[in-house]
């Protein structure tokens, strides 16, 4: 399978960042962990007293629609940058995770694959 | 800036994914929250009784190695999938994020920068 | 205000069930913290695929009824131990955040407190 | 198994509370759980940057203190509010979750009980 993500920049330009500020420091995996989890918090408080069809419509809000922007951003930046600190490969997990999936999830019509079969 | 984060082809793909078992109804934007938010806490129980010593040589053990990119990939496809869905541009975003934490953060031995100075 | 929570004899019970296993030694506010975030996504999973009207009706299935059980009981064991090592009072906590909030937000037709009023 | 948690008066409380506000019809299952994860998120921010050394004298700082006590009270009240609303009886969810808990994992020197043997 060919590559489905590239994080590659953005993790340099995490690192940089991060170097500039003298951050690296506490850059220790269950830190970014733990900062993931506060991002994704606050990515919740945005949709938590939304209805659906309040949630589906939630990007037309302009103000609702940066918050949502700059939370999803915070959540991809730490996990980029624990991706790095922790040396795994994103693009790589995602099409081995994908793979398992499509085995374990076959299309209706397709019978589950054998443990040992083509995927 | 350029481009720092590609995710189109792996939104391509999970999208091909949902479509092919017939899961978009299942993709609301807070449906796919809550499984975000399913997926850190799993990465989370991995981390959870860890020093940070054992934390920083976790991916030394091939068995944690393989558990931490499974989950690290399934926060990363229910975060793009999540995107798609709302329709956020997540290289732009990542990219405006990085944008206002530089002015919020200048580094060391420069001044903060003013509200509409170029960043 | 009177009590308003009891958890004493919760956290007695959690403070033996751990030196019985000599796990104390593991109960570090951070691990005890992503335990806690690990428990809260168990939660999450349960009503992730869920309907609005299928979540106010999940305790009608008793296998769904007794997982999310099992699933609040251990967020709630975790904050509690949490708090015990911690040494949060969380009846006092509780206490007065619930007057914070009061005041934050009066009930319509009362004017909001002052800021030294008496809530 | 005695009682070991008392949540009846705060769950009264926050009843009582959401009421005066015409807050009820916010308090859906998978709202209220959204706000639990904001909550939670917010605590783990806290910790976020901390050592482990830092974290267990946490306490001794009085504005980390009242934050802490702040979001975990939020925790808290979120958690009983969910409660509630489920219909849970979180008292015996969690002496039921103690039992359990002690049959897979018996003190050091027991043997393992048995699936029906008394635990």
Do not use: C
């Not at 809000?61 to 040396?87: C, F, I, K």
């Not at 795994?88 to 019978?111: F, M, T, W």
Request: proline residues 7%; negative net charge; hydrophobic residues 45%.
């Amino acid at each position: 399978m060919t590559t489905l993500l590239e994080t590659q920049r953005l993790e340099e330009a995490l690192l940089q960042f991060a170097r500039e500020r003298d951050w690296e420091q506490y850059h220790a995996p269950r830190n970014l962990l733990l900062a993931l989890v506060g991002e994704v918090g606050e990515l919740a408080e945005i949709f938590q007293w939304m209805t659906e069809a309040q949630a589906a419509e939630a990007m037309r809000q302009p103000d609702t629609a940066r918050h949502v922007r700059e939370e999803m951003a915070d959540v991809m930046m730490y996990l980029v940058r624990l991706a790095s600190v922790l040396g795994v490969d994103l693009d790589a997990a995602v099409r081995e995770k994908l793979l398992l999936n499509a085995r374990k999830y076959p299309p209706p019509g397709q019978p589950p694959q054998e443990e040992h079969g083509t995927p």
